[in-house]
């Protein structure tokens, strides 16, 4: 799922970039509202993320262009315009969010997986299916962005249900680290075996009864993982 990241500060930009990557997205970067549409026209992303105050048009105008073509593509727009009538101007031109500068992660990321979940939800991505699996007794639901066991529900991003997917759909063998990057990460993603190793902690701390003894992803040592 590729998101458009339209912002002329380049630490915003970058920094954007680097958290919408974690969680599973391919980042498309614009400094300016000119090249924010060629790349919409060129690539139609799934989600859009729009500063306003850009040089070359501002994100009002881009966010009317894009509605012109495109009336159901997320955007969420990210500014340091805080009054309430700059809200409900970009609401009424038909914005699924709004996020005021300076913002934290985690806000960030909230907000783009609820637009994701909805997206998803009525068209779902091609890099991953929408069929509800079951692993052991974690049930994954790829178009929530979720996975529940009994009455609880678990929030995960893109990035954790194609993991989970790929090992499902490789259940009981091994899958090589190279095989889990190209699968999940990307083919043009620089395989780094510390990225790998963190984020399957962080993801056995979210979908294990214990995340020191795994059933769902367990360790093939100097090799990769497996799920049984």
């Known amino acids: 799922m590729k998101i458009l990241i339209a912002e002329d500060d380049l630490h915003i930009r970058e920094g954007l970039s680097a ?6 997205y391919v980042p498309l970067l614009a400094a300016d509202g000119e090249r924010a549409l060629q790349i919409f026209h060129a690539e139609r992303p799934q989600v859009l993320l729009l500063d306003i105050m850009m040089p070359r048009r501002d994100g009002y105008a881009v966010c009317r262009e894009v509605r012109n073509v495109d009336a159901d593509v997320p955007v969420i727009f990210i500014s340091a315009k805080s009054e309430e009538i700059d809200r409900v101007v970009g609401l009424e031109l038909g914005a699924d969010d709004y996020i005021v500068k300076p913002f934290g992660t985690r806000e960030v990321i909230a907000r783009i997986r609820a637009v994701t ?4 939800a009525h068209k ?3 890099g991953i299916g929408s069929e509800a699996i079951c692993l052991g007794d974690l ?3 790829p178009d929530q962005l979720r996975a529940r066991r009994g009455e609880r529900q678990i929030d995960l991003s893109l990035r954790d249900v194609k993991i989970l997917q790929y090992l499902f759909q490789q259940r009981g063998k091994v899958v090589h680290r190279d095989a889990l990057f190209n699968a999940c990460w990307g083919r043009d993603y620089f395989a780094n075996s510390r990225t790998l190793d963190q984020h399957v902690s962080k993801l056995r701390k979210l979908i294990e009864l214990d ?4 059933k769902i992803i367990c ?3 100097g090799v990769g993982y497996r799920y049984d």
């Open 117 to 120: 979940r909805r997206t998803l």
């Open 211 to 214: 995340a020191k003894n795994p």
């Open 219 to 221: 360790t093939v040592h």
């Open 139 to 141: 049930e994954l639901l």
């Open 19 to 24: 958290v919408v990557e974690a969680e599973g």
């Open 124 to 126: 779902p991505d091609k």
